[in-house]
């Protein structure tokens, strides 16, 4: 009896671990995005809510299928028409592949030394990583402004090695967001690539050597095929946000061609179109919600062979 007892608890307790966090993204992601998805279906009107039609509870079933009857994918046909929108999501997945690519190809290289550097000052290392960004995001990026404006610290530390004659432009362009966005999200690459690259087991390395591997060919051959999970999860980490970025467009980027979040705001706040601008958010999600479900199909079909 008591054995029952104990395993309907842990049995109870089992779902509870998962209910808490069902409940949770329920609340905080799901009914959010279906209340945006259901804003993208609407159109456009002067009028409080922004938007038409909206879902009277009070009349029946005959004001839920006037409801349904009047949603349609207008804006979503818009945003496949409007090359302004095309552009801003090619432009905004482009900085981001551009961002997070020279992430990796700084980030392993930090990560990698932090790996192998002595257990006690690994510690030290982390916190070296994360000590700039005790400071608030803000004041960081208009730190980089200073920096990289026309007699910015950038541009005297050039002249004064002689690289360059005259003071280059370094703010309004995609230099400056690729600058803001690599400074500010690097933590987010190195600390999933330390994590793997922490756990590698030297005795593989050691057996490499003995086969006669070189270290270079040990390295391609055993540290990176081991540090993949931490390099996909630090780019994905990286990737996602910086395409749906706005403050460091906005604040080191021009003001030709826009990101994608920029594109949202101004529809949001300028132009008072919640219809669009759901749409807008809600392909965009999709988007970056496609490499993460195929990472973990990848993940999965991995483990299923093992």
């Not at 004659?165 to 690097?186: F, H, K, M, N």
């Amino acid at each position: 009896m008591s054995d029952t007892g104990a395993s309907g608890r842990r049995s109870w307790g089992a779902r509870l671990v998962i209910l808490i966090p069902a409940l949770w993204l329920t609340v905080l992601f799901l009914v959010p995005f279906l209340i945006v998805l259901k804003i993208s279906l609407s159109q456009s009107v002067i009028a409080q809510p922004p938007y038409t039609p909206t879902l009277d509870l009070t009349g029946g079933w005959q004001a839920v299928r006037d409801f349904a009857a009047a949603l349609s994918f207008e804006n979503y046909k818009l945003l496949g028409s409007d090359w302004l929108y095309i552009v801003s999501y090619l432009r905004s997945l482009g900085i981001a592949f551009a961002a997070t690519a020279i992430l990796l190809a700084i980030g392993y290289p930090i990560a990698y030394g932090m790996a192998r550097a002595p257990r006690g000052l690994q510690p030290v290392l982390v916190m070296a990583v994360f000590l700039p960004f005790l400071t608030a995001f803000l004041i960081r990026i208009y730190a980089w402004i200073n920096i990289l404006q026309r007699e910015g610290l950038l541009n005297e530390t050039l002249l004064a090695l002689g690289l360059i004659r005259e003071p280059l432009i370094w703010l309004s362009t995609d230099t400056a967001i690729l600058i803001g966005a690599v400074y500010s999200y690097l933590p987010f690459m190195v600390l999933p690539l330390y994590a793997s690259l922490e756990k590698l087991d030297d005795s593989l390395l050691e057996a490499a050597a003995d086969l006669g591997c070189p270290a270079w060919r040990a390295f391609w051959l055993v540290t990176v095929p081991l540090s993949l999970p931490g390099a996909v999860a630090g780019a994905l980490l990286c990737f996602i946000p910086i395409v749906g970025e706005f403050v460091i467009p906005d604040l080191l980027g021009g003001s030709g061609a826009q990101m994608i979040g920029q594109t949202l705001w101004v529809e949001f706040f300028s132009n008072k179109d919640w219809p669009v601008a759901s749409a807008v958010a809600v392909v965009l999600l999709v988007a970056l919600l496609a490499p993460i479900v195929a990472y973990q199909r990848l993940q999965a079909r991995a483990l299923g062979e093992r």
